[in-house]
Structures are given as structure tokens and as C-alpha cells.
């Protein structure tokens, strides 16, 4: 029962434009998500947050957006680098509990 | 400045054999985790400890076991290594009862071939 999911396996993107990740989720108690950077060999990183009472958390060049009635969040990347070639999770909380629940995963490509 | 520390980066082991993955955080966190990651599959939890001594289990605990004899240390325990268990292993802590913030911190990973 996958309560977090992001529908697109991949992307590609070129260099210096925008990159635009989905994830979607089920249940209506998550009140703050978070988006997870993953390089290979090495563990995943936090990347951006957003509380549920917020619509956009912007930092640099990473901004989140909330669309709490689709159960929607997007991570935009603006000016995409190839540095940003990772797979990034999605993740959603009930805060106050323990537990993260993640998304499958999007591989991002920028091509130089 | 490490964090979350995975006793090792790349293991190869033979079936049927019993096979430990270590880790340990210095963040005095009480919650720690082990999750494989799989391609097309994501992040799937398998165990979970909330403090010394105490386990859950995740969402695929079959094939596995763990043990946490101290807060620090967070151990996974292949207990007879077959070839569908050859995956990207890993760990995380947090503090109990999140409310934002950077959630989880994760290990560098260990990538075990089962062979």
C-alpha cells in the first residue's frame, strides 16, 4: 500500500532549464513532506521541506510546491545542472510519529 | 563530520551464508532503520528500532533480523544470504517523534552481491 508515490521513474532534462518532479500521496493525515537527494553509492541526502500549512518553501534554486486538495507536491529545479543528476524521493510525515513514507524514486538526468 | 556510519561500502557473500551489515550514528538518536533500495522499487523499510533493545518490523522483515544491544549501534542480520537479497543496504536515525525538520539522516550505504 503505497501511500507516497511518484509516477515518473525517470527524467531528462536539459541543462539550464527547469526540472519539474512529481509525487503524490494517499493519506490525508501527512502534515509535512520532505524531498530526499540520492547520488550512487551514497545515502540520500535532504534536499527541501514543506510544512502542510505552507503552499512554497523556496531555497535557491530548489523551490516545493503543496497542493493539499490534489495531494500533490512538485519539486521545481531552476536552472537545472548536471549536478543535480541524482534520484530524488519524495517523503511524507504525520509529525509526531516516527516513521518517513517515501516514494519510489525519480532518476533525474540534466544533460549538459 | 560522519554522522551515520556503515561498517562497509561494497560486500560480496555466498549463499546460504550468514552475512551482519553494522551501523552506527554518533547523534544520540533513538530511532534507527534499515531500508533497502531497489531500482523501480524506492526505499522499502525492513526493521525499525525506537530505542535499545526494542524492533519492529518494516514493510519486508522476511529474511532478516536485527539487534540493538546499544542506542548507537543498529546491526542487520542476513540470516542465511540468498541471491534476491543482493541490494543497496540502508541505515538512518532520527530523533523520536518527528515534527519537521531534516527527518532522517542515512549512511553512505552498502552495496551487497549475493552470489
Known amino acids: 500500500d503505497q501511500q507516497v508515490k511518484q509516477n515518473s521513474p525517470s527524467l531528462s532534462v536539459q541543462e539550464g532549464r527547469i526540472s519539474i518532479l512529481n509525487c503524490d500521496y494517499t493519506n490525508s493525515m501527512f502534515d509535512y513532506f520532505l524531498w530526499y537527494k540520492k547520488y550512487p553509492a551514497e545515502g540520500p541526502t535532504f534536499l527541501i521541506s514543506?510544512?502542510?500549512?505552507?503552499d512554497k518553501n523556496e531555497d535557491g534554486r530548489f523551490t516545493v510546491f503543496l497542493n493539499k486538495s490534489a495531494k500533490h507536491l512538485s519539486l521545481h529545479i531552476v536552472p537545472s545542472q548536471p549536478g543535480d543528476s541524482a534520484v530524488y524521493f519524495c517523503a511524507g510525515l504525520k509529525t509526531g510519529a516516527n516513521n518517513l513514507f517515501f516514494g519510489t524514486g525519480t532518476r533525474l538526468t540534466v544533460i549538459p | 563530520d560522519v554522522k551515520v556510519t556503515q561498517s562497509s561500502r561494497y560486500l560480496v557473500k555466498r549463499t546460504g551464508e550468514k552475512v551482519f551489515l553494522e551501523c552506527v550514528q554518533d547523534?544520540?538518536?533513538?530511532?534507527m532503520f534499515w531500508y533497502r533500495q531497489d531500482p523501480g522499487l524506492g526505499l522499502r523499510l525492513i526493521y525499525f528500532?525506537?530505542?535499545?533493545?526494542?524492533?519492529e518490523k518494516g514493510d519486508i522483515p522476511e529474511g532478516y533480523s536485527v539487534s540493538r544491544e546499544k542506542k548507537e549501534r543498529f546491526s542487520l542480520i542476513l540470516e542465511s544470504a540468498s541471491t534476491n537479497q543482493t541490494s543497496m543496504y540502508l541505515c538512518?536515525?532520527?530523533?523520536?517523534?518527528?515534527?519537521?525538520?531534516?527527518?532522517?539522516?542515512f549512511g553512505s550505504g552498502t552495496r551487497l552481491t549475493v552470489v
Open positions: 528500532s525506537y530505542d535499545v533493545k526494542m524492533k
Open positions: 547523534m544520540d538518536h533513538e530511532n
Open positions: 514543506i510544512s502542510s500549512i505552507k
Open positions: 538512518a536515525s532520527s530523533i523520536p517523534l518527528l515534527t519537521g525538520g531534516d527527518g532522517y539522516t
